[in-house]
């Protein structure tokens, strides 16, 4: 990688400039890592000294207050007034207007505010990989953003018109100053995420965050209301550190060999085969991905290093630290469908989404999800084409599923078959949909298309078109599967009422022959 120089645009600290030298790693990069690293220190800090049982809630709140600013300030320079600036602005509607209508001024002000932002990093420094403010400025619109609507639903929605999960969220009354901004600058999802909710970020700072869970294997006390404190945190710290430098040595290692840019060479258009082209671009856009798992494995030991994650147990007595985990990576790897993919990844985001698109909207909630997300990313074309590829092929998927899982549901041999099928073709459409997000370009990105002849998309658009014209073969075989075990169950409940009709004649002579005897 090459060394970062100063003709660059990057407002942060140098202090460690010689480090980066030395390490031949971009002092951006550097001073990402130098911040994580602080964070995890740090976040020790709120279990122990500052741990709810010793501590006030507005020390809690200030200590992560405090810390997030400087951690912020030491990476963006004079550009961490937009990390104030956006959340201050929001605060102020949330504070001046009806609640009745102030998320969806809010959810203006910060998606405007943030594309500013967006456009404005485009202009300057058009495709650049270089960390700026626009990283925890997507996470600060995602926690301003959730925490109106959630006030929103707390202040002046009835209960039963709530969602499951929008009734667990709702806040019943406005937060302080010093709780807004604490939950925004919260140093430990500051620079990479995750989105961390209000009520999950409350019920942490006073001490709810250890719930009412209790082992399935802790068979002691049966008190309903005991406070069961969170086990042993190191051991999935520690794996989860691990893990993120081991994403983080295998993408710096291998990501020189396949950069994303070679799919731009006529070379490579023109000179390689089909099959050539899907093995790169499978290759490529996996590296790509263990540098978001770097990011986010980290950040979510940094939360857990805090005390924060815990989610109670398994069904084994294994403790659950996934609260407010971003991604999972191996389902991700080795998701058997579209849907399980996007599940499996930027969980957070996903549920931002949810929350504020999909669950609220009545009609086109699909493309409308998928609108947000674009918006949300910034204004490169890739990025279009990337949600635009995705709304078309979760349609086909759904499509699919409806009208042809059915077939393959009349044995094990059968199910199998299916799911392998899906596997590799969830691996090749999610390939052939990424690669766009990541070469950011419109014009080389269609060739492309072009190039591979547009295949998954004719494909995706038969599956469209066609398969629901074919309704009743699907249905007969669910109905020849149904008629199958309701004449198997008949037939055994026959067998069955034979069975004990035989079995109560002989109860009855057996008991005839014995009185008679006596």
Same mark, same amino acid.
């Given at each position: 990688?090459?060394?970062?120089?100063?003709?660059?645009?990057?407002?942060?600290?140098?202090?460690?400039? *010689?480090?980066?030298?030395?390490?031949?790693?971009?002092?951006?990069?550097?001073?990402?890592?130098?911040?994580?690293?602080?964070?995890?220190?740090?976040?020790?800090? !709120?279990?122990?000294?500052?741990?709810?049982?010793?501590?006030?809630?507005?020390?809690? +709140?200030?200590?992560?207050?405090?810390?997030?600013?400087?951690?912020?300030?030491?990476?963006?320079?004079?550009?961490?007034?937009?990390?104030?600036?956006?959340?201050?602005?929001?605060?102020?509607?949330?504070?001046?207007? /009806?609640?009745?209508?102030?998320?969806?001024?809010?959810?203006?002000?910060?998606? @405007?505010?943030?594309?500013?932002?967006?456009?404005?990093?485009?202009?300057?420094?058009?495709?650049?990989?270089?960390?700026?403010?626009?990283?925890?400025?997507?996470?600060?619109?995602?926690?301003?953003?959730?925490?109106?609507?959630?006030?929103? /639903?707390?202040?002046?929605?009835?209960?039963?018109?709530?969602?499951?999960?929008?009734?667990?969220?709702?806040?019943?009354?406005?937060?302080?100053?010093?709780?807004?901004?604490?939950?925004?600058?919260?140093?430990?999802?500051?620079?990479?995420?995750?989105?961390?909710?209000?009520?999950?970020?409350?019920?942490?700072?006073?001490?709810?965050?250890?719930?009412?869970?209790?082992?399935?294997?802790?068979?002691?006390?049966?008190?309903?209301?005991? @406070?069961?404190?969170?086990?042993?945190?190191?051991?999935?710290?520690?794996? %989860?550190?691990?893990?993120?430098?081991?994403?983080?040595?295998?993408?710096?290692?291998?990501?020189?060999?396949?950069?994303? $840019?070679?799919?731009?060479?006529? $070379?490579?258009?023109?000179?390689?085969?089909?099959?050539?082209?899907? *093995?790169?671009?499978?290759?490529?856009?996996?590296?790509?991905?263990?540098?978001?798992?770097?990011?986010?494995?980290?950040? /979510?030991?940094?939360?857990?290093?805090?005390?924060?994650?815990?989610?109670?147990?398994?069904?084994?007595?294994?403790?659950?630290?996934?609260?407010?985990?971003?991604?999972?990576?191996?389902?991700? $790897?080795?998701?058997?469908?579209?849907?399980?993919? @996007?599940?499996? *990844?930027?969980?957070?985001?996903?549920?931002?989404?949810?929350?504020?698109?999909?669950?609220?909207?009545?009609?086109?909630?699909?493309?409308?999800?998928?609108?947000?997300?674009?918006?949300?990313?910034?204004?490169?074309?890739?990025?279009?084409?990337? &949600?635009?590829?995705?709304?078309? &092929?979760?349609?086909?998927?759904?499509?699919?599923?409806? +009208?042809?899982?059915?077939?393959?549901?009349?044995? %094990?041999?059968?199910?199998?078959?299916? /799911?392998? !099928?899906?596997?590799?073709?969830?691996?090749? @459409?999610?390939?052939?949909?990424?690669?766009? &997000?990541?070469?950011?370009?419109?014009?080389?990105?269609?060739?492309?298309?072009?190039?591979?002849?547009?295949?998954? +998309?004719?494909? #995706?658009?038969?599956?469209?078109?066609?398969?629901?014209?074919?309704?009743?073969?699907?249905?007969?075989?669910?109905?020849?599967?149904?008629?199958?075990?309701?004449? +198997?169950?008949?037939?055994?409940?026959?067998?069955?009422?034979?069975?004990?009709?035989?079995?109560?004649?002989?109860?009855?002579?057996?008991? #005839?022959?014995?009185?008679?005897?006596?």
């Amino acid at each position: 990688m090459a060394v970062a120089t100063e003709d660059f645009y990057y407002d942060g600290f140098r202090t460690f400039s *010689w480090l980066s030298e030395l390490v031949d790693i971009p002092i951006d990069q550097v001073n990402f890592l130098i911040t994580q690293f602080t964070a995890l220190g740090l976040a020790g800090l !709120l279990r122990s000294p500052l741990n709810p049982v010793v501590a006030s809630p507005a020390s809690r +709140h200030a200590f992560g207050l405090v810390i997030g600013l400087v951690l912020g300030y030491f990476n963006f320079g004079k550009q961490a007034v937009h990390l104030a600036g956006l959340p201050a602005l929001c605060y102020v509607a949330m504070r001046m207007l /009806d609640s009745h209508h102030m998320q969806r001024v809010v959810l203006a002000v910060a998606l @405007i505010y943030l594309s500013c932002i967006h456009f404005h990093r485009q202009m300057y420094d058009y495709g650049s990989c270089t960390l700026d403010v626009t990283a925890p400025l997507m996470v600060i619109t995602q926690k301003v953003t959730s925490l109106a609507y959630s006030v929103h /639903d707390g202040l002046t929605r009835k209960e039963d018109e709530l969602t499951p999960s929008q009734r667990y969220y709702a806040v019943q009354k406005m937060p302080t100053v010093l709780e807004y901004f604490s939950y925004v600058f919260q140093f430990q999802a500051l620079m990479a995420g995750p989105i961390i909710f209000y009520r999950d970020y409350i019920d942490f700072i006073h001490g709810r965050g250890q719930k009412l869970f209790k082992s399935p294997y802790d068979e002691q006390s049966t008190r309903v209301n005991e @406070i069961v404190l969170e086990p042993s945190l190191t051991p999935i710290v520690v794996k %989860k550190v691990i893990a993120s430098l081991l994403c983080a040595v295998i993408f710096v290692q291998l990501i020189p060999s396949y950069p994303i $840019e070679k799919i731009k060479d006529d $070379e490579f258009l023109y000179n390689t085969s089909t099959a050539q082209k899907y *093995w790169y671009l499978i290759v490529s856009t996996m590296l790509i991905r263990f540098k978001y798992y770097h990011a986010w494995l980290f950040a /979510d030991a940094i939360c857990n290093c805090s005390g924060l994650g815990f989610n109670g147990y398994n069904e084994d007595g294994t403790a659950r630290w996934d609260l407010v985990s971003n991604v999972d990576a191996f389902k991700f $790897e080795t998701a058997l469908s579209l849907k399980d993919s @996007i599940d499996a *990844w930027n969980k957070g985001t996903n549920r931002w989404l949810r929350m504020i698109v999909y669950d609220r909207v009545k009609h086109n909630k699909t493309i409308l999800t998928y609108s947000l997300s674009a918006l949300w990313h910034g204004f490169y074309p890739g990025y279009y084409l990337t &949600f635009a590829n995705g709304a078309f &092929f979760t349609v086909a998927a759904r499509t699919v599923r409806r +009208h042809v899982r059915p077939y393959f549901l009349t044995s %094990k041999t059968k199910k199998v078959f299916y /799911d392998a !099928l899906t596997l590799v073709t969830t691996r090749l @459409i999610l390939t052939y949909i990424t690669f766009s &997000f990541i070469l950011l370009e419109f014009q080389p990105s269609i060739t492309l298309y072009l190039t591979m002849f547009l295949a998954p +998309h004719l494909l #995706g658009m038969s599956a469209i078109l066609v398969l629901p014209m074919m309704p009743k073969a699907c249905r007969e075989v669910a109905s020849h599967k149904h008629n199958h075990h309701a004449r +198997h169950e008949k037939a055994a409940t026959l067998l069955h009422a034979a069975h004990h009709h035989n079995s109560s004649q002989r109860t009855s002579a057996s008991n #005839g022959h014995v009185h008679k005897g006596k």
